[in-house]
């Protein structure tokens, strides 16, 4: 089991910028595909942004241009740098793990991160 602790989250006014980090209780957190997905009420899960071990980015077309996702693997840590924040990305952010070629995932807890004037 690898534990993944998330942090940043907080109220900011459309326009604004937060940035989320994921921290990972593992040695091998190199190895794996980290990826940052939301959850808004009454919706469903949605993928914002992935990031391989090779430091490949993907980003969700309503993300795109606004987020950058980010790894250090010196610190076991991924970032999700959000800017030209919308009150629609308001949601819960949660930092998810898979380890590659299985069906292995890590999920966090989750950080609200609440758009609003």
């Known amino acids: 089991q690898v534990q993944l602790v998330e942090s940043g989250g907080g109220w900011v006014q459309p326009g604004g910028s937060l940035r989320l980090s994921c921290a990972a209780a593992?040695?091998?957190?190199?190895?794996?595909?980290m990826e940052w997905h939301r959850q808004a009420p009454g919706k469903q899960r949605e993928l914002v942004a992935s990031?391989?071990?090779?430091?490949?980015?993907t980003y969700g077309d309503s993300v795109k241009g606004r987020f950058t996702i980010s790894r250090d693997n010196a610190k076991n840590t991924v970032y999700l740098r959000m800017s030209s924040l919308k009150p629609e990305d308001t949601a819960v952010y949660y930092c998810?793990?898979?380890?590659?070629?299985?069906?292995?995932?890590?999920w966090g807890q989750g950080t609200q991160v609440t758009v609003s004037s």
């Open positions: 998810n793990a898979k380890v590659p070629s299985t069906s292995v995932d890590y």
């Open positions: 593992d040695n091998i957190f190199r190895q794996y595909i």
């Open positions: 990031i391989t071990a090779t430091g490949s980015e």
